[in-house]
């Protein structure tokens, strides 16, 4: 298994060694997330493809360049080796070389979230912790309360009260303490850190904890297999705390420390405009992203005070990539498109990157040869009620042919 030999802040670039933190950077506090690093030399002499060939078909086949060391703590739960899908006739239609979708809604609980959940359990097994708990817009909560009961750990969830009633309803059914939160995503984050501090449980949060990023980088590092290694020219990819975005940018930064790919695509991030932070951070060139409050129909990325920042304006300046912003109305169009074209059903978080793709399209801003991929984030059946708004009422009919025909007809169908 993997073994990090350093930490390295961000924004500072001060070093660590495994142990001697086991959050953020203390010189830059929270906004002084970590990076994760490994004996690449020794990675690339392990993972070839050969022995790639023989493990099993989960994220666990990286095991090198993930930071449990332990195999007894991993939960019994098959995480990762998502789909992803070849669209050659939507490529066609929206005028690219080729495109690509991710279908992470394929994890166990239904987001790409249940990679770092399940990195995060392992890790709190592993140092002795009992209860785990993180803030979450309703993804990484549902995730970590289902990788939490497979692992014997007690987990408490705050999530604001808006919630969708589907990823409330994941929690309680997994045995997660739940608590609703009167306020948005920093509300609810800002009580989580203050009781994981007070009563010294595990964090599971992404932007705080450096080695949860490492479970999510794992789609990257799919992506490149899945493609034989010849990697998209560009990814689209939804961000609310900037912690997604930025994990693709790890997984393609240490396939390339490692000598196995010769760059990293162009990654490109979509918010919605009513959460949008990121996006005006990185048109106005700015060094630090402005908080404020978040209104938007996606509720995974519905981030007003996104912590991950860092990551998220390094993985698209790094990379010559961009940022594209959505409406909620573009959003909603959005998923049924989505499934229609490509078979994959994805909540709004998930289809606001398909729309960010097809707005950037649409605008010429993507050239005919270029190979594009999408990652789908989550399920489409975590947000039923969206889902709903964005499409037609079906017929009602009697259960007489008479009255099915006559309702066909008003249909126009």
């Keep these: 298994m993997g073994k990090p030999v350093e930490l390295r802040c961000v924004l500072c ?72 899908y070849e669209c050659s006739s939507a490529a066609r239609e929206y005028g690219v070389g080729m495109l690509w979708v991710k279908d992470d809604g394929r994890n166990p609980t239904g987001s790409l979230k249940d990679r770092a959940s399940a990195v995060g359990v392992a890790r709190a097994l592993e140092l002795g912790r009992r209860t785990i708990a993180c803030a979450s817009t309703g993804n990484a909560a549902s995730s970590l309360s289902g990788f939490a009961a497979v692992g014997g750990l007690k987990s408490f969830i705050f999530v604001p009260e808006k919630a969708p009633a589907a990823k409330v309803a ?39 904890n450096p080695y949860l990023v490492e479970g999510k980088k794992t789609c990257a590092l799919e992506i490149a297999e899945q493609t034989g290694w010849d990697l998209p020219d560009r990814i689209f990819i939804s961000v609310g705390d900037g912690c997604c975005i930025g994990s693709l940018y790890k997984g393609f930064s240490d396939l390339l420390a490692m000598g196995m790919i010769p760059g990293i695509p162009k990654i490109t991030g979509v918010q919605a405009e009513g959460a949008r932070p990121i996006f005006e951070a990185f048109r106005t060139g700015a ?25 998220a304006l390094r993985a698209v300046r790094n990379t010559d990539g961009d940022m594209v912003s959505v409406s909620d109305e573009e959003i909603l169009s959005a998923i049924p498109e989505l499934a229609r074209k490509t078979g994959v059903f994805g909540e709004p978080a998930g289809a606001a990157a398909f729309a960010g ?4 399209a649409g605008n010429g801003q993507l050239g005919k040869d270029e190979r ?25 009919s009697e259960p007489e042919i008479e009255s099915f025909s006559e309702q066909l007809e008003r249909s126009g169908m």
């Design 357 to 360: 793709f097809r707005k950037m």
């Design 13 to 84: 670039g001060a070093h660590y060694k495994p142990g001697e933190v086991e959050y953020t950077c203390p010189k830059c506090g929270l906004d002084g997330t970590l990076d994760v690093l490994y004996d690449y030399r020794q990675a690339r002499a392990d993972m070839t493809a050969r022995a790639l060939a023989e493990r099993p078909l989960s994220l666990w086949r990286y095991s090198e360049i993930l930071p449990v060391s332990n195999p007894d703590f991993i939960p019994p739960l098959s995480v990762g080796w998502t789909p992803l």
């Design 170 to 208: 994941q929690l309680l059914v997994y045995g997660a303490a739940v608590i609703l939160v009167k306020g948005d995503y920093a509300d609810a984050f800002s009580l989580a850190t203050a009781a994981i501090e007070k009563y010294g449980w595990y964090n599971r949060n992404c932007a705080i």
């Design 287 to 311: 060094d630090r992203v402005s908080f404020g409050p978040a209104d938007t129909v996606a509720d995974s990325i519905s981030v007003g005070a996104p912590r991950n920042w860092a990551k």
């Design 372 to 396: 594009v991929a999408i990652v789908v984030t989550g399920n489409g059946l975590k947000d039923i009620e969206s889902a709903r708004k964005s499409v037609g009422a079906p017929i009602v």
